[in-house]
Nanobody, 123 residues
């Protein structure tokens, strides 16, 4: 069983930065690719970023490329999402998830999900 817990969300002005953290419990954490998704009110959940089990491969949505950075520390069972140059359209609940399936970009490939952390970017 894998459990995930996000933290680090909050209210920030446009142009500001936040770092989200995701702590993953489970002895096999280091074998799971991890992704970040977000869901804004009235919208579907969308892919944000993901990385392979060893962190060597990373994947980003076009909308966050160059502004967000995903990383992991397997020794601490942690995954991070550094978010810079935030925009009001980044406002959403952000979720981390452990990937089981093949497609990094598809939420259906992720079997374990955290409860989410709210990020609000004011203009």
């Amino acid at each position: 069983q894998v459990q995930l817990l996000e933290s680090g969300g909050g209210l920030v002005q446009a142009g500001g930065s936040l770092r989200l953290s995701c702590v993953v419990s489970g002895r096999t954490f280091s074998t799971y690719p991890i992704g970040w998704f977000r869901q804004a009110p009235g919208k579907e959940r969308e892919f944000v970023a993901a990385l392979s089990w060893n962190g060597r491969s990373t994947y980003y949505a076009d909308s966050v490329k160059g502004r967000f950075t995903i990383s992991r520390d397997n020794a601490k069972n942690m995954v991070y999402l550094q978010m810079n140059s935030l925009k009001p359209e980044d406002t959403a609940v952000y979720y981390c998830a452990a990937k089981i399936g093949e497609d990094y970009y598809n939420a259906d490939s992720y079997d374990y999900w955290g409860q989410g952390t709210q990020v609000t970017v004011s203009s």
